[in-house]
Each structure stands twice: as C-alpha cells, then as structure tokens.
C-alpha cells in the first residue's frame, strides 16, 4: 500500500486538534482499489497521517498509518471512516491507561517464560469485574 501514488490522491478528511500539550493534525486520503493487493473483497485503501507539534519544544513527529476496508465509498464516507480511526485510540488509550496507570504494568519486572501472559490476564480479569 504504501507504494500506491499518494501524491496523487486528493485529501479525503482534514481535522485538528488540540490536547496533552500538543496540536494534531490528520489527513486522510482514500483511493477505491481492485483486486492485486492480497486482500480479497478489499473496496478501499486510506492513508492517515498523524502530524503532531508540541507546543512546548515545538518538537514536530509525523505518523502515517495505512488501512483496507471492504467497505465502499457508498458504505462509508471518508469524514465517517476518519472518525472510527479517531475513536479507536479513545477505546485503546481508556483500556490501556487502566493497566498503565492503575495496575502500574509498566513497571512490571516479569519478562520471561509465562509470568508476563499470566500477569497480564489477571489484571485483565480484575479490570472487568469491576
């Protein structure tokens, strides 16, 4: 995917944002596909990029995420699927902030063997019982 001609696909879906001391902004392009891409029933390929300037050190990153969908155009718009990749981190960062902050994984010392898998489903087992 990513060797598709980019430049050439028009923007789909521009947005901004602000939070976490930082600006974002994401553009996303969409570009219906055929067959040949190893992906049966593939109706779409997208393209996001994430640029993100903090605002404290005006340190710029840049993040470009590829996806296929089997949905069409017709099915989704590009504002539509820009807002699904958009929630997807909310569903991500609320379950694993959780484990990071919560249950403190992140100074968690098991790394070998099984420990590491263990541990994670208990915790696992513990946040949905809440």
């Given amino acids: ?3 598709l001609p980019w430049k050439q696909v028009p923007v789909a879906d521009l947005s901004t944002g602000t939070g976490h001391g930082r600006r974002e902004r994401r553009t996303l392009k969409t570009t219906a596909i055929d067959a040949g891409i190893g992906f049966p029933g593939a109706e779409q ?3 996001m990029t994430r640029t ?3 605002y404290k050190t005006g340190k710029r990153s840049t993040e470009i995420v590829y996806a296929i969908t089997t949905l069409t155009v017709a099915d989704a718009s590009p504002a539509l699927i820009a807002t699904w990749l958009r929630g997807h981190w909310g569903i991500e960062n609320r379950v694993h902030r959780v484990r990071d902050v919560t249950f403190d994984e992140g ?3 098991a790394r070998t063997g099984h420990a ?3 541990l994670a489903t208990l915790r696992n087992i513990r ?3 809440w």
């Fill in 127 to 129: 946040y949905r019982h």
């Fill in 1 to 3: 995917m990513k060797a």
């Fill in 52 to 54: 993100r300037t903090d």
């Fill in 45 to 47: 390929v997208l393209r």
């Fill in 107 to 109: 100074r968690c010392r």
């Fill in 116 to 118: 590491p898998q263990v």
